[in-house]
């Protein structure tokens, strides 16, 4: 019964430390990211869940920065381990729950309306940089009634939505109360590789509920 209970103790034990080798992977994936993150730990070390016995669960945390303000972050993880007829580890790999934390997300291209080709080898009509939208979305809101002499739009942020379409937020300036309101505006080029003015621009404002 002893040499049972010594050998089970073993085996778990090796169970445990294959688990935690497999969250430290994805640990040092984290702090690879110098200058963001600041320094991963394993926070909860992996414990059984799910029928199998073969799947476990854990949580990753660290510290990133972001203009001179730390936070601390965390995110589960899963581990599966496959186990031969030996009870011998064959494979351990740990695994993000739901999506990628955001140190590791791929960095969004830096091109909007994608619908935007090449029409001819001297007139390339390539996609919009986000300064570039940044930019006609300041011109498009200065062309909203009262609004000519509204200032830049602070915490703007792109995305793609379809191949002629972005949306846009950010916190824009309302000239005849001089505060900032937090907007949100589909633009759509109705023709992406025409003239990004007048009646080839869609300027829609999103009101979600």
């Known amino acids: 019964m002893r040499n049972f209970i010594l050998i089970s103790t073993i085996l778990i034990t090796g169970w445990v430390q294959a688990q935690t080798a497999a969250m430290q992977a994805l640990v040092d994936d984290l702090n690879e990211k110098t200058g963001v993150v600041l320094e991963a730990w394993i926070e909860d070390a992996p414990v059984s869940m799910g029928r199998a016995g073969t799947l476990y669960a854990g949580r990753i945390a660290w ?3 972001n203009n001179n303000i730390v936070s601390q972050k965390g ?7 496959v186990i031969d007829e030996n009870q011998q ?3 351990e790999t740990a695994y993000w729950v739901n999506t990628l934390p955001e ?10 309306i994608l619908g ?7 007139n390339p009509k390539r996609p919009f940089t986000a300064a570039e939208v940044e930019s006609f979305a300041n011109t498009q809101w200065r062309a909203t009634a009262g609004n000519t002499a509204a200032l830049a739009i602070k915490d703007f942020k792109v995305e793609n939505f379809d191949s002629n379409t972005v949306r846009i937020s950010g916190l824009f300036h309302d000239v005849a109360t001089n505060t900032r309101q937090r907007h949100a505006f589909f633009v759509t080029l109705v023709d ?6 007048g009646a080839n621009v869609k300027f829609e404002r999103i009101v979600e509920q």
């Open 75 to 81: 995110h589960e993880v899963i581990v599966k381990v």
């Open 63 to 65: 510290v990133e920065a």
């Open 116 to 122: 935007r080709t090449a029409a001819a080898a001297n």
């Open 89 to 91: 580890i064959t494979s």
């Open 192 to 197: 992406p590789n025409a003239a990004a003015t």
């Open 103 to 112: 140190p590791l997300k791929p960095v969004a291209a830096d091109a909007f």
